[in-house]
């Protein structure tokens, strides 16, 4: 099956998409993203991931270069075409190609890429879960916004991996949890699953939301806090939630264990029965 891409009114091979140099999204980081999969071939919760490339867009001033429903045809091209059983689009919306300056070019004119490829096997990180470590949050604040700009995010996940660690843990100086470097955490205290709250400190997971409704639907309270580092320490279980991994146990952080419990796949399960079917 063919990797396609779509750059502005264009489908094309993968490794044949290309944008020019100076893009602003390549030189500035100037762009928002949103990515998508798909249950049995169909693109999963695709209002609400348009609804949050809408705020990104217009949290950053950059102008939707196509009508909403015209995007959902291209998504649902792109992901015909590709023809996988299972797709991952990730969607890309720049500023546009114009002279290198940091003020906004007079007209704007952004780039749209989509890309498909076939979305990865993560059963065995269901299965078997992961090790994360912590590490300070010094990433800008407005981490609502679904920018390009993850530079942060990857020193961290590359700190974890040198770490021995899968992941890693964004904590604010107070303690506060935020989140991994691109899923939501949750925890369970006290027979409550708890996660933060939405706020400018985390991206608010389009899975996050499904799986507080999931576990409200399994019988367990489920409500938005703030989670402290101790808190994490002290997890009766604790997980990761995100588009492609779905729920992930977490098994230690910081090299402290997490008990295993049966909360991840119990809501796992119940998120599948609601949404994947």
């Known amino acids: 099956m063919p990797e396609i891409a779509y750059i502005n009114g264009t489908f094309l091979p993968l490794e044949e998409a290309k944008v020019p140099v100076e893009d602003r999204g390549y030189q500035f980081a100037d762009a928002v993203y949103e990515v998508v999969r798909t249950y049995h071939g169909r693109p999963f919760a695709l209002d609400e991931h348009l609804a949050r490339l809408c705020h990104s867009l217009a949290a950053v001033q950059i102008p939707l270069p196509c009508p909403v429903d015209q995007l959902k045809t291209v998504i649902g091209e792109i992901i015909r075409r590709a023809g996988f059983a299972e797709t991952l689009v990730y969607l890309q919306i720049s500023r546009g190609v114009a002279k290198r300056h ?4 007079e007209h704007q004119h952004p780039t749209l890429v989509l890309t498909a490829r076939e979305l990865p096997d993560t059963r065995h990180l269901r299965e078997h879960g992961l090790t994360v470590i912590t590490v300070p949050d010094n990433r800008w604040g407005r981490c609502d916004i679904k920018s390009v700009g993850l530079l942060a995010n990857v020193l961290a996940y590359h700190a974890a991996h040198q770490a021995g660690a899968g992941d890693a843990i964004f904590v604010e100086a107070d303690g506060t949890v935020n989140e991994a470097t691109a899923a939501n955490v949750f925890i369970l205290r006290h027979g409550e699953l708890l996660t933060p709250p939405e706020s400018y400190r985390i991206l608010s997971g389009i899975t996050r939301h499904k799986i507080l409704d999931a576990a409200r639907a399994a019988g367990i309270p489920a409500l938005e806090r703030r989670v402290t580092r101790a808190d994490l320490l002290a997890a009766e279980e604790a997980f990761l939630s995100s588009t492609t991994a779905e729920v992930v146990p977490i098994l230690a ?9 049966p909360l991840a796949r119990r809501i796992y399960e119940q998120f599948l029965k609601m949404f994947a079917g």
Do not use: E
């Open 102 to 105: 940091r003020g906004f070019p």
């Open 253 to 261: 952080v910081d090299g402290h264990p997490i008990p295993a419990g």
